[in-house]
């Protein structure tokens, strides 16, 4: 049974960092695609960054570029992404998705295309 489970989101102030983990079981992420979402309310999920477990290539979005990095430690079967600088707009629910095989390029934060998803963490950046 596939299974991801997210952890690491919480309150921060702006500024600060979090990282957040995405457990994966039922599969290994060789052959996938990993990616976070994130979706505030009233607004529409958005793509924020994507790992390519396959050959390592990584997708940020403009908005987390600089900030963010997303990462993979095979051993534990997790996906992390690290946000530093956070800032009051990047507050969100953020939700790890998986895919297999990965998407081409273009294609990497079409919501529609992950067959898997985790529950979500919430992140709040806030003072």
């Known amino acids: 049974q596939v299974q991801l489970v997210e952890s690491g989101g919480g309150l921060v102030q702006p500024g600060g960092s979090l990282r957040l983990s995405c457990a994966a079981s039922?599969?290994?992420?060789?052959?996938?695609?990993i990616a976070w979402f994130r979706q505030a309310p009233g607004k529409e999920r958005e793509g924020v960054s994507c790992?390519?477990?396959?050959?390592?290539?990584?997708y940020y979005a403009d908005s987390v570029k600089g900030r963010f990095t997303i990462s993979a430690d095979n051993v534990k079967n997790t996906v992390y992404l690290q946000m530093n600088s956070l800032k009051p707009e990047d507050t969100a629910a953020y939700f790890c998705?998986?895919?297999?095989?990965?998407?081409?390029?273009?294609?990497?934060?079409?919501?529609?295309?992950?067959?898997?998803w985790g529950q979500g963490t919430q992140v709040t950046v806030s003072s």
């Open positions: 039922g599969f290994t992420l060789d052959l996938y695609a």
């Open positions: 998705a998986a895919v297999s095989p990965a998407p081409f390029a273009p294609g990497v934060f079409d919501h529609a295309i992950y067959d898997y």
């Open positions: 790992l390519n477990s396959y050959d390592g290539s990584t």
